[in-house]
Nanobody, 124 residues
Framework: QVQLAESGGGLVQAGGSLTLSCVTSPFTLPYYSMGWFRQAPGKEREAVSCVNAIGGSTWYADSVKDRFTISRDNDKNTVYLKMNSLKPEDTAVYYC?????????????????YGKGTLVTVSS
């Protein structure tokens, strides 16, 4: 069982920045691809970004490309999502996910595990 705990959400003005963190169970990151998803009020959960366990290649949704950056620190068991130039439409609960397969699979079909989420609110 993989445990995931997100933090770093909060209230920020449009144009501002936030960095989300996801702490995982030990020995998770070398074997799991890690992703960030979000769910806005009244909408379905959507994939935002993902980083593959093997090779470290990354994927971003078109809506966040060039604004968000995903990274991981295996020594700290932590995955990060650096969010710049935030927009009101980025307002959502952000979830960290872990997928035993790869990002292609996890982004399309969902991850094996999710955290409880952290709320990001962007004011206009």
């Amino acid at each position: 069982q993989v445990q995931l705990a997100e933090s770093g959400g909060g209230l920020v003005q449009a144009g501002g920045s936030l960095t989300l963190s996801c702490v995982t169970s030990p020995f998770t990151l070398p074997y799991y691809s890690m992703g960030w998803f979000r769910q806005a009020p009244g909408k379905e959960r959507e994939a935002v970004s993902c980083v593959n366990a093997i090779g470290g290649s990354t994927w971003y949704a078109d809506s966040v490309k060039d604004r968000f950056t995903i990274s991981r620190d295996n020594d700290k068991n932590t995955v990060y999502l650096k969010m710049n130039s935030l927009k009101p439409e980025d307002t959502a609960v952000y979830y960290c996910g872990a997928e035993r397969s790869d990002c292609d699979y996890g982004v399309l079909y969902g991850m094996d595990y999710y955290g409880k989420g952290t709320l990001v609110t962007v004011s206009s």
